[in-house]
């Protein structure tokens, strides 16, 4: 399963090869955007794409971006409250 995270482009890196910056979740990257380029790059800056290993795969309107970003954190704070529990049931048979 594939996995795009939503950021924003915020710079052109180098027109020349289609890269450009991205903010995720306040971690800049450079990213490839010949997925979803269409014009000249500084036209897409302040747009938010789906991003996945380094490709910006897809534009995305700011809410789908929030609502994405809302629903990885959710999943997130499940997979830590998850693995608290395993740690705590490890715990109690450890002490059985």
Same mark, same amino acid.
């Given at each position: ?25 306040g971690v800049r990257r450079a990213v490839n955007v010949a997925?979803?380029? #269409?014009? =000249?790059?500084?036209? %897409?800056?302040?747009?938010?794409? +789906?991003?996945?290993?380094?490709? @910006?795969? /897809?534009?995305?309107?700011? #809410?789908? =971006?929030?609502?994405? %970003?809302?629903?990885?954190?959710? +999943?997130?704070?499940?997979?830590? @409250?998850? /693995? ?13």
């Open positions: 399963m594939c996995l795009g995270i939503p950021g924003r482009l915020v710079a052109v890196a180098d027109e020349a090869t289609l890269m450009m910056v991205a903010d995720v979740s997925c979803v380029a #269409d014009g =000249a790059l500084p036209g %897409l800056i302040g747009r938010w794409a +789906l991003i996945h290993v380094g490709f @910006a795969m /897809a534009l995305i309107d700011e #809410d789908e =971006a929030e609502r994405t %970003l809302e629903a990885l954190r959710s +999943l997130g704070e499940a997979q830590e @409250a998850l /693995a608290m529990m395993a740690e705590g049931d490890r715990a109690l048979e450890g002490a059985a």
